[in-house]
């Protein structure tokens, strides 16, 4: 079973403007991470945000934590043409060591 | 430092077959994991190895099996394989254990069952 569930499934978007899509999940964890996956490929890590934090930025990357929500949000700006792919979070529970992934969002950006 | 691979990209098999799925580490990293990702889905924990043993394991039968060699390289063994294993077949390496250290993933080895 997974972890997290990502809203929306899909999303597209013009060149140049902000992408944002959300995380929930069920359990206590110990960080919440994001990946991006391009066109059924490798993953590669984005950003981890620990449960004591609210808030982490990465480049273009805003990432939020809500902890008494159970909730995330990963925001894109000024998107490119490059930012297509898709973005799963995974959650690292508390007193665990594997990661649940969930199903991702695919973010497909416009010219 | 050398990214982590896997060999091979693409693999197709038939039902009943066995496959033999290889990931090398990243240079310096102990650990090893296995991801199935379905079409659509997320990717899947299949099992952990550290040192050469295996860590902890989600929930596939026991015809998923591995190895982990002295020099942290790894192998996903699949037996008896069925319709449903069709999927990407992903291997992460880390340092240590730990869920809260970075894991670094290889670019998948696409498996096809007919």
């Known amino acids: 079973s997974q972890q997290g569930e990502e809203d929306p499934q899909a999303l597209s978007i013009q060149e140049g403007e902000n992408a944002t899509m959300n995380c929930s999940y069920k359990?206590?964890?110990?960080?919440l991470q994001w990946y991006r996956q391009n066109s059924g490929r490798g993953l590669v890590h984005l950003i981890l945000?620990?449960?004591?934090?609210r808030e982490k930025h990465s480049g273009r990357l805003r990432v939020t934590l809500d902890t008494s929500k159970k909730s995330s949000s990963l925001l894109i700006t000024a998107s490119r043409a490059a930012d297509t792919a898709s973005y799963f979070c995974?959650?690292?529970?508390?007193?665990?060591?594997?990661?649940?992934f969930g199903a991702g969002t695919t973010v497909t950006v416009r010219a | 430092e050398t990214g982590v691979t896997q060999s091979p990209t693409h693999l197709i098999k038939t039902r009943g077959q066995q496959v033999t799925l290889r990931c090398s580490s990243q240079?310096?990293?102990?650990?090893v994991s296995w991801y199935q990702q379905a079409l659509g889905q997320g990717p899947q924990f299949i099992f952990q190895?550290?040192?050469?043993?295996?860590?902890g394991r989600g929930n596939f039968p026991p015809r998923f099996s591995g190895l982990q060699f002295p020099n942290y390289s790894s192998e996903l063994n699949v037996n008896a394989l069925e319709l449903d294993d069709s999927a990407l077949y992903l291997c992460?390496?880390?340092?240590?254990?730990?869920?809260?250290?970075?894991?670094?993933f290889g670019p998948g080895t696409r498996l096809t069952v007919l």
């Open positions: 359990t206590s964890i110990n960080n």
């Open positions: 240079s310096g990293h102990n650990t």
């Open positions: 992460a390496s880390s340092w240590g254990t730990s869920g809260n250290n970075e894991q670094f």
């Open positions: 190895y550290y040192r050469e043993e295996e860590n």
């Open positions: 995974a959650t690292l529970r508390s007193n665990d060591y594997k990661l649940s």
């Open positions: 945000i620990r449960s004591n934090e």
